[in-house]
Nanobody, 122 residues
Framework: QVQLVESGGGLVQPGGSLRLSCAAS????????MGWYRQAPGKQRELVAA???????NYADSVKGRFTISRDNAENTVYLQMNSLKPEDTAVYYC????????????????WGQGTQVTVSS
């Protein structure tokens, strides 16, 4: 009973920037880890970046130094600032959240957003 809604995707030229946002809503007791994944055509979904509730971050090697993940715990929102974008960053980007819901007692959840398209092309 936790929903994630992403926004901020689009078409950008190589070298450009985009900022993705993902807001979680519903019967949220707590959110532990939040992250961004991406899936390009013909490829498996891969982790791009993740952040814990305490602010510890983890990045795929391919995006280190270019992407920054952050979160607003009060708003249950995670962001992905993407700079120096490359054509190989083109993919559908998905938000993920792990935590606990209090919809029917306390139970864990693993929720995904619907995905937002990022296209890097001249």
């Amino acid at each position: 009973q936790v929903q994630l809604v992403e926004s901020g995707g689009g078409l950008v030229q190589p070298g450009g920037s985009l900022r993705l946002s993902c807001a979680a809503s519903g019967s949220i007791f707590s959110i532990n880890d939040m992250g961004w994944y991406r899936q390009a055509p013909g490829k498996q979904r891969e982790l791009v970046a993740a952040i814990t509730s305490g602010g510890n971050t983890n990045y795929a090697d391919s995006v280190k130094g270019r992407f920054t993940i952050s979160r607003d715990n009060a708003e249950n929102t995670v962001y992905l600032q993407m700079n120096s974008l490359k054509p190989e960053d083109t993919a559908v980007y998905y938000c993920n959240a792990l935590g606990y819901s209090d919809y029917e007692g306390l139970e864990d959840f693993d929720s995904w957003g619907q995905g937002t398209q990022v296209t890097v092309s001249s």
